[in-house]
Structure formats: structure tokens, C-alpha cells
């Protein structure tokens, strides 16, 4: 494989991304190439250091003439996403990850690549093992445990590093430059149920909400898709306005990150308001076809009578409560960037509803480049629990990384990019989380980030690939950054 790259002037760092796929390193399981790295400083004579979370630093001092230069942190992270295809045998725990060169394009054996973030690893390891690159002081932080929440990154201790121009090498698409990520929290309302005995002379019937596209909270939220949650909350309220009804249950969604797609609710009813409800649905067919007809044409609102009878359902107060807490609660785009152009400020999405024996759960992803714009967001849910007896809870807080429109890492690097290929890159942010929002709170500000990479597609999939031209350019546009930073 190695010697169709032979002629590219990345061809060390190709060779070193090889040499760390024949090493284990899914999520979780970092312990053998957090040592591998470790040994390769140790190879090279470098001062390393192993967290206890495997996190591992290496430092090399600036080459001649780059001796006083700024410190510079090259940051990626070592874990990868192992997936592979139903009919593929491989075990990620000790088989090497597979390199296949098709023209362009580098990928694995039908599994993950691992490009995502080893190309960043294997970047860097290259100019530390160069005795002819020029370069400042360099610290290259590899974090473990990234696709997994961070936790690396989140164990890093500032101590142990000093520069305070750190370059992320975890972005995927060339010639953008990242300079922005939003912060994040999970949030949880709980409504304690208070249940009622069941009329049995009453229908049950399902009330089924289908046909929405959904898509990631963050990345899609901004295309303004139907959220199956919120649509079945206003159905409800407004079903209640015409006929008396009981719920049984209401549920939506799988994961509080994804837009819900589906939404479910059993409810009850006498036999004389059959028709009604099979015209209010038909009413809001219509509605909801005409108001989504460019984001989810195909969405879908029916009833499924059922046959076997329902027990139990929530009591008037309950059930005023939840539609209360359905229709109240703030979801899609709250606020868009002034700085930077198409970019979500801040977001929600009630991603979960469901109901079990003690309480309706609602679930919800926030998110905010701005902190006190998520703090906000927060207390307005915090409001809405307090005026229905609720409780609240919040968890996975994790912070925003601020967009810097005085940063010299970011000018210099758009400059450089303009000498080498005669165009300015992009200058973007995305609506999800980096590495980049924890380092900058753990630097408290104090530190000039920015976040590039070669062009990757499909990460996470066994379809995942990488541009070997793009890396080619990318690998000389970093050293070209490198060697402007005196």
C-alpha cells in the first residue's frame, strides 16, 4: 500500500498511520496505543507524558532559529469508532485496520478507517520525527476517549502544557477553518403521574405520528424539520379543544441529540367522538403537509383503534400538565450568529418523551456557542417545570468554544492558506461539540485555538475514506503554518 504514496511528500505521515492502525485503539480500549505513543517519544528521545487516562503529551523544542518562538499545541485524539459491515470478520480488539488505495482514495477493508482522528496523530508524529522541518516549540496533546464524551480531554491537566496556540487537526473538510463550536447540556423535566382508573366503556386508539426526516440537533437543526414531539403536543391541545379525551401515555424520539422522527400517544375517547377524531386528524394532515411540504413532505398523522382495553390513564391535572409542558417547552433555533453567517448561536431539541409508571419524561439537547445564552435556555425550562410542579435536572454539561475575531493563529493561517493555493479558506464554526470547547475553559480563555483536517468522508461507517491528495496538501499546509510561527 505504502509505495503507491512513496512520492508524496506526506508519505512519513502515511507510513506512521499505518504503523497506528496495526495497534488497537476503538474507544475505550486506548490502553495499548497510548504505550505505543509513549514509546515512540521514548524512540525519539522526547519528553513524554501518560495521564491516567491515557492521555499522552510529547515536547520537542523548537528547531534552529524557532528556539524563542511561541509554543504551539498540536492536538488530536488516538480512539477511533470501530464498525464494520455485517459479512466483514474482523475483531477490533486485535486485528489491524486494513489500508485498500483506490486512486484518490485511501480506506479500510470494510470497517472504519480510523482517519478520523489518526490522521491527525499520524501529522504530527511525522514532524516530530524530522530532523528537517522547521518548527516552534511543539506539545502534541493525544487525547483518549473522544467519541465517547470527551473524557480525555475532560482529565487533561493544564499544568502539563504551555503553549498558547493550540491547533486541532479534527475537522474534515479542507480549506475550513474552524474557529467555533457550541456548548452543550442534557436536560430532563420530570411530571410525576398521577394515575385514574379507565373508563372501559371508552375507545383506545394509538395516535401515530410518522414520516419525519429528523437529523442530528445540532447539524440539522437549522433546516427547520418537524419535530414529531412538539407536533403531537399541539395536536393533542388542540383534539382537547374540541372533545374530552384521556391519555394513557405519550412517547417520541430515541436519542435527545436526534430530531424525532415519531411520536406515539394512546388515548381514550367515547364512542360518539370517533368521527371527530378521525376529522381532526384529517384537519391537521393537511396542516402539517402544507407547513412542512419542503422539510418532510411524507409526515403522517393516523389512529390505530385497539382491540385489547387500557386501565389506567392520567388524571385530568396530569394531563393538562404534560400538554402544558409539550407545548411550552422551547425547541429549534433560538438564535443565530451576528458574527459568523448561517451558523446556529444557540438551539433545543426535545428529543425524548416517554412515559412510564412514575413520571412523563421530557428530554432535551440545549446547545449555545454563547454560555449565557445556553444559561437561558435553561432557566426558561427551569420556569416551565416550576409552573407545573415539575422536577429539572441537567447533566453532560459540557462548554462552548467562543468565537475569537482577534485571532492571530486564525489570521495567519488564512494568509498561509491564500500564499499556498491562491484562494482564503472558510472561516466556519459548527453547531456540535470539539475538544476545543474544553480545552478553552480549562485555559480559561487564554489560549488561540483553531481547528483544520483533509477532507473525510463517512466517519463512523465502514464506508469511511480519505482523500489522500487533500491529506498531501493539508500535511504541506502545516508545515508552511509551522514554519511562519517565530
Avoid at 518548527?135 to 502539563?160: C, F, R, S, Y
Avoid at 384521556?246 to 364512542?271: M, Q, T, V, Y
Avoid at 454560555?371 to 420556569?383: A, F, N, P, Q, Y
Avoid at 488561540?448 to 487533500?470: K, N, R, V
Wanted: glycine share 6%; proline share 3%.
Amino acid at each position: 500500500m505504502l509505495e503507491k504514496l512513496k512520492n508524496l511528500n506526506s508519505f512519513n505521515a502515511f507510513k506512521y498511520f499505518k504503523e497506528m492502525n496495526e495497534v488497537p485503539r476503538g474507544s475505550g480500549n486506548e490502553k495499548a496505543i497510548s504505550d505505543w505513543l509513549v514509546n515512540f517519544a521514548k524512540e525519539h528521545k522526547l519528553q513524554v507524558i501518560q495521564d491516567k487516562a491515557l492521555n499522552v503529551i510529547i515536547k520537542k523544542a523548537g528547531t534552529k532559529g524557532y528556539e524563542n518562538a511561541p509554543g504551539i499545541i498540536l492536538q488530536g485524539h488516538m480512539d477511533m469508532v470501530c464498525e464494520k459491515n455485517v459479512n466483514v470478520k474482523h475483531d477490533f480488539l486485535k486485528d489491524p485496520i486494513e489500508f485498500i488505495v483506490e486512486g484518490d482514495v485511501l480506506r479500510a477493508n470494510g470497517t472504519t478507517l480510523g482517519a478520523d482522528d489518526g490522521i491527525a496523530v499520524a501529522f504530527s508524529l511525522a514532524v516530530l520525527a524530522s530532523n528537517s522541518i522547521s518548527h516552534p516549540p511543539i506539545e502534541l496533546l493525544v487525547t483518549a476517549g473522544e467519541e465517547i464524551g470527551m473524557v480525555g480531554a475532560q482529565a487533561v491537566d493544564p499544568k502539563n502544557l504551555h503553549g498558547k496556540i493550540l491547533i486541532n487537526i479534527d475537522s474534515e473538510e479542507e480549506g475550513k477553518l474552524l474557529v467555533s463550536c457550541a456548548g452543550g447540556v442534557r436536560e430532563k423535566i420530570k411530571l410525576p403521574i398521577i394515575w385514574e382508573e379507565a373508563d372501559q366503556s371508552f375507545i383506545s386508539a394509538n395516535i401515530k405520528l410518522t414520516g419525519l426526516k429528523g437529523g442530528h440537533s445540532g447539524m440539522e437543526i437549522n433546516k427547520e424539520r418537524g419535530n414529531a414531539n412538539k407536533i403531537m403536543g399541539r395536536f393533542l391541545i388542540d383534539l382537547k379543544s374540541v372533545i374530552d379525551f384521556k391519555i394513557n401515555s405519550i412517547s417520541g424520539g430515541a436519542k435527545n441529540n436526534a430530531i424525532p422522527r415519531h411520536a406515539d400517544a394512546i388515548i381514550l375517547f367515547r364512542e360518539n367522538h370517533k368521527k371527530i377524531v378521525i376529522e381532526k386528524l384529517s384537519e391537521w394532515n393537511f396542516i402539517l403537509k402544507n407547513e412542512l411540504k419542503i422539510t418532510d413532505p411524507d409526515i403522517d398523522l393516523s389512529i390505530e383503534i385497539m382491540n385489547n382495553k387500557v386501565n389506567k390513564v392520567f388524571s385530568q391535572e396530569t394531563a393538562t400538565k404534560a400538554l402544558q409542558i409539550l407545548f411550552l417547552i422551547p425547541n429549534g433555533v433560538k438564535s443565530m450568529s451576528m458574527a459568523i453567517e448561517g451558523l446556529v448561536q444557540s438551539s433545543t431539541n426535545i428529543g425524548i418523551v416517554i412515559t412510564n409508571d412514575k413520571n412523563i419524561v421530557f428530554d432535551s439537547a440545549i446547545r449555545s456557542s454563547v454560555r449565557t445564552l445556553k444559561k437561558s435556555i435553561c432557566d426558561e425550562t427551569i420556569v416551565i417545570a416550576e409552573m407545573v410542579g415539575a422536577t429539572i435536572e441537567f447533566e453532560a454539561n459540557y462548554p462552548e468554544w467562543e468565537y475569537n475575531s482577534k485571532s492571530k493563529i486564525m489570521l495567519l493561517l488564512k494568509n498561509v492558506y491564500n500564499d499556498l493555493y491562491g484562494k482564503m479558506p472558510e472561516i466556519a464554526a459548527i453547531h456540535a461539540g470539539l475538544e476545543c470547547g474544553l480545552f478553552s475553559e480549562k485555559f480559561e480563555g487564554n489560549i488561540d485555538q483553531i481547528s483544520l483536517g483533509p477532507d473525510i468522508y463517512d466517519a463512523h461507517t465502514p464506508s469511511e475514506h480519505l482523500s489522500i491528495a487533500s491529506a498531501d496538501r493539508m500535511w504541506n499546509y502545516l508545515l508552511a503554518v509551522l514554519k511562519q510561527i517565530k
